[in-house]
């Protein structure tokens, strides 16, 4: 399921974000931590993932001002000062995958909900949870075009 390494992209972007790190230097600082990391999951951080995390935060990085508009139509009654900036870092790498990556929703949403549970506060992953399903409804409603999902 990739989980480590939508979890890796995760602590990258934040650091990015959030504490203005160039996003290459935060990603390498982000998995020399998660190197040493025992995995509860039995999930290796291989090769395979390291890319796809890499492939995460780029493909973000090209669309962020679409994904943040897509964000921000779809969260109802919050703006991005007013949330958790780890479900927001969360939110954005998953609205990224959901519209630009083959990965089908249901096991993409799962994991988001996952690392929010970990990383964020006590609401954070019912929180992801309902933004990403409104979002999968938009696109399930033709409303949002999203790339064609593996079977």
Same mark, same amino acid.
């Given at each position: 399921?990739?989980?480590?390494?939508?979890?890796?992209?995760?602590?990258?972007?934040?650091?990015?974000? @959030?504490?203005?790190?160039?996003?290459?230097?935060?990603? *390498?600082? !982000?998995?020399? +931590? %998660?190197?040493? $990391?025992?995995?509860?999951?039995?999930?290796?951080?291989?090769?395979?993932?390291?890319?796809?995390?890499?492939?995460?935060?780029?493909?973000?990085?090209?669309?962020?001002?679409?994904?943040?508009?897509?964000?921000?139509?779809?969260?109802?009654?919050?703006?991005?000062? @007013?949330?958790?900036?780890?479900?927001?870092?969360?939110? *954005?790498? !998953?609205?990224? +995958? %959901?519209?630009? $990556?083959?990965?089908?929703?249901?096991?993409?949403?799962?994991?988001?909900?996952?690392?929010?549970?970990?990383?964020?506060?006590?609401?954070?992953?019912?929180?992801?949870?309902?933004?990403?399903?409104?979002?999968?409804?938009?696109?399930?409603?033709?409303?949002?075009?999203?790339?064609?999902?593996?079977?």
């Amino acid at each position: 399921m990739l989980r480590r390494a939508r979890e890796l992209a995760m602590r990258a972007l934040f650091a990015h974000t @959030q504490g203005g790190m160039d996003l290459e230097e935060a990603f *390498r600082h !982000a998995l020399a +931590e %998660m190197g040493g $990391e025992e995995d509860a999951y039995g999930d290796p951080l291989d090769q395979e993932g390291v890319a796809f995390a890499r492939r995460l935060l780029e493909g973000y990085k090209a669309h962020a001002e679409e994904v943040d508009r897509v964000l921000r139509e779809t969260v109802e009654g919050w703006d991005f000062a @007013q949330m958790s900036k780890t479900d927001l870092t969360v939110l *954005r790498l !998953a609205t990224y +995958e %959901m519209l630009y $990556e083959p990965t089908p929703f249901a096991p993409l949403i799962e994991v988001a909900v996952k690392i929010a549970n970990r990383y964020g506060g006590e609401h954070s992953g019912a929180f992801v949870n309902g933004v990403l399903g409104r979002l999968y409804r938009r696109i399930q409603g033709g409303e949002l075009k999203a790339v064609p999902k593996e079977d």
